[in-house]
Nanobody
Protein backbone atom coordinates (compact mmCIF):
# COMPACT_ATOMS: atom_id res chain seq x y z
CA UNK A 1 0.00 0.00 0.00
CA UNK A 2 1.41 3.35 -0.97
CA UNK A 3 0.06 6.89 -0.82
CA UNK A 4 2.26 9.52 -2.46
CA UNK A 5 1.37 13.14 -1.94
CA UNK A 6 2.39 16.08 -4.08
CA UNK A 7 1.53 19.71 -4.69
CA UNK A 8 2.59 21.33 -1.45
CA UNK A 9 4.76 24.38 -1.10
CA UNK A 10 4.89 27.98 -0.01
CA UNK A 11 1.84 30.05 -0.90
CA UNK A 12 0.84 33.60 -0.05
CA UNK A 13 -2.28 34.39 1.98
CA UNK A 14 -5.27 34.45 -0.32
CA UNK A 15 -3.61 32.11 -2.75
CA UNK A 16 -4.56 28.65 -3.94
CA UNK A 17 -2.92 25.26 -4.00
CA UNK A 18 -3.99 21.77 -5.03
CA UNK A 19 -2.69 18.73 -3.21
CA UNK A 20 -2.75 15.33 -4.87
CA UNK A 21 -2.44 11.89 -3.34
CA UNK A 22 -1.73 9.00 -5.70
CA UNK A 23 -2.60 5.56 -4.38
CA UNK A 24 -1.28 2.15 -5.30
CA UNK A 25 -1.28 -1.34 -3.91
CA UNK A 26 -4.95 -1.54 -3.02
CA UNK A 27 -8.39 -1.18 -4.61
CA UNK A 28 -8.64 2.58 -4.36
CA UNK A 29 -12.31 2.77 -5.33
CA UNK A 30 -13.31 0.78 -2.25
CA UNK A 31 -11.66 3.11 0.25
CA UNK A 32 -12.84 6.18 2.08
CA UNK A 33 -10.24 8.92 1.58
CA UNK A 34 -9.43 11.86 3.80
CA UNK A 35 -7.04 14.75 4.21
CA UNK A 36 -5.67 15.61 7.64
CA UNK A 37 -3.29 18.30 8.79
CA UNK A 38 -0.93 18.71 11.69
CA UNK A 39 1.02 21.58 13.21
CA UNK A 40 3.85 21.28 15.76
CA UNK A 41 2.60 20.35 19.19
CA UNK A 42 -0.91 19.54 18.03
CA UNK A 43 -2.71 16.37 17.11
CA UNK A 44 -3.40 15.51 13.52
CA UNK A 45 -6.90 16.72 12.66
CA UNK A 46 -9.36 15.93 9.92
CA UNK A 47 -9.67 18.53 7.18
CA UNK A 48 -11.90 16.84 4.61
CA UNK A 49 -13.20 13.41 3.73
CA UNK A 50 -14.85 11.75 0.74
CA UNK A 51 -16.59 8.42 0.46
CA UNK A 52 -15.47 5.64 -1.85
CA UNK A 53 -17.75 6.66 -4.72
CA UNK A 54 -17.10 10.35 -4.35
CA UNK A 55 -20.73 11.12 -3.68
CA UNK A 56 -20.41 12.34 -0.11
CA UNK A 57 -17.95 14.79 1.38
CA UNK A 58 -17.48 16.51 4.69
CA UNK A 59 -15.22 19.27 5.94
CA UNK A 60 -13.99 20.76 9.16
CA UNK A 61 -15.84 24.02 9.76
CA UNK A 62 -12.76 26.22 9.32
CA UNK A 63 -12.26 25.21 5.67
CA UNK A 64 -15.85 25.02 4.46
CA UNK A 65 -16.34 27.12 1.35
CA UNK A 66 -12.59 27.34 0.73
CA UNK A 67 -11.39 23.74 0.33
CA UNK A 68 -12.76 21.04 -1.95
CA UNK A 69 -11.95 17.35 -1.75
CA UNK A 70 -12.44 15.22 -4.85
CA UNK A 71 -11.29 11.91 -6.24
CA UNK A 72 -10.69 10.25 -9.57
CA UNK A 73 -11.10 6.52 -9.13
CA UNK A 74 -9.82 5.90 -12.66
CA UNK A 75 -6.53 7.57 -11.70
CA UNK A 76 -6.43 6.26 -8.13
CA UNK A 77 -5.96 9.80 -6.91
CA UNK A 78 -7.58 12.06 -4.34
CA UNK A 79 -7.24 15.83 -4.44
CA UNK A 80 -7.58 18.74 -2.07
CA UNK A 81 -8.17 22.07 -3.75
CA UNK A 82 -7.38 24.85 -1.30
CA UNK A 83 -8.48 28.40 -2.07
CA UNK A 84 -8.35 31.63 -0.09
CA UNK A 85 -5.56 30.22 2.02
CA UNK A 86 -4.88 31.75 5.41
CA UNK A 87 -1.76 31.68 7.59
CA UNK A 88 -3.63 29.44 10.01
CA UNK A 89 -3.88 26.82 7.25
CA UNK A 90 -0.12 26.35 7.55
CA UNK A 91 0.48 22.70 8.39
CA UNK A 92 1.74 19.38 7.15
CA UNK A 93 -1.07 17.80 5.16
CA UNK A 94 -1.54 14.03 5.07
CA UNK A 95 -3.83 11.88 3.00
CA UNK A 96 -5.42 8.82 4.53
CA UNK A 97 -7.06 5.73 3.11
CA UNK A 98 -9.50 3.83 5.31
CA UNK A 99 -11.73 0.80 5.01
CA UNK A 100 -13.05 -1.12 8.01
CA UNK A 101 -10.06 -1.60 10.34
CA UNK A 102 -7.45 -0.77 7.71
CA UNK A 103 -5.87 2.67 7.60
CA UNK A 104 -2.83 3.97 5.73
CA UNK A 105 -1.12 7.36 5.61
CA UNK A 106 0.83 9.33 3.07
CA UNK A 107 4.21 10.80 3.90
CA UNK A 108 2.92 14.33 4.51
CA UNK A 109 3.28 17.50 2.51
CA UNK A 110 4.30 20.88 3.91
CA UNK A 111 2.01 23.80 3.14
CA UNK A 112 3.34 27.08 4.54
CA UNK A 113 1.02 30.04 4.02
CA UNK A 114 3.02 33.21 4.42
CA UNK A 115 3.80 36.48 2.73
Amino acid sequence: VQLVESGGGLVQPGGSLRLSCAASGFTFSMYHMSWYRQTPGKERGLVAAIDSAGGSTNYVESVKGRFTISRDNAKNTVYLQMNSLKPEDTAVYYCNARRNDFSSWGQGNQVPVSS
